[in-house]
């Protein structure tokens, strides 16, 4: 039987600075809502933040940038799954004025 052995533990000030820029993403989320100028790239730009912050949070606070690879496969198929389904209810709508009408 193989025991799993665990690797150096990240410092705490990784943790700060990833939370810092979870923290400054968030907040341009909210800065580009209220720039019309952005309004053509608006749903384009709410999903590359939010797939960032995604990562982020599955790579240091979930710990997956240790894991395998497979495992990682497990959280990145539904995230594209989950962009996708976002891109066509999107454009579905009219919403996304990227494709237009």
């Excluded at 700060?16 to 309004?39: D, G, M, P, Q, S």
């Excluded at 982020?56 to 690879?69: A, K, N, P």
């Amino acid at each position: 039987m193989t025991t799993h052995e665990p690797g150096p533990h990240t410092p705490v000030g990784t943790y700060v600075k990833v939370a810092a820029i979870l923290t400054v993403i968030t907040a341009l989320e909210f800065a580009v809502i209220y720039i019309r100028a952005l309004t053509p790239i608006l749903v384009p730009l709410l999903i590359v933040l939010s797939a960032a912050k995604f990562l982020l949070v599955v790579l240091f606070f979930m710990h997956l940038r240790d894991e395998s690879r497979a495992v990682a496969f497990v959280f990145a198929g539904p995230l594209v799954v989950a962009i996708g389904f976002v891109i066509a209810l999107a454009t579905l709508t009219g919403a996304f004025l990227v494709f237009g009408r």
